[in-house]
């Protein structure tokens, strides 16, 4: 059994999506043996639900796994590498105001 990922961009008839983010954008799964099984099932899937008004404009199928990616990491290491940095520059600068008061007052 094989899993097929699909996205499919849909028209969204006379009204349309108006400034809707996403919309007629959807994504779904086919588990199908092969590819000849999944083109019926396709088939099947579209007539029975997209034609009409509400025809699909753009279909991108896929069968490796996407990969799941764990944003909030992303940013949390972001947010640290950025702070890291902040504390170097303030380091840096207490450096030079040290070193310019140890020249003022003697060690």
Do not use: H, S
Not at 4 to 15: L, R
Not at 90 to 104: G, P, Q
Request: charged content about 35%.
């Amino acid at each position: 059994m094989k899993t097929y990922y699909v996205y499919v961009n849909v028209n969204q008839g006379d009204d349309g999506c108006g400034y809707t983010i996403g919309c007629g954008k959807i994504m779904f799964t086919i588990d199908a043996e092969d590819d000849d099984e999944f083109d019926v099932k396709i088939k099947k899937m579209i007539k029975e639900n997209y034609t009409g008004e509400f025809m699909i404009e753009k279909m991108l199928i896929w069968t490796e796994k996407p990969a799941v990616v764990n944003v909030k990491l992303i940013y949390q290491d972001i947010k640290t590498e950025n702070t890291e940095i902040e504390q170097k520059i303030k380091n840096d600068l207490d450096k030079e105001e040290f070193e310019r008061l140890k020249k003022k007052f003697g060690e």
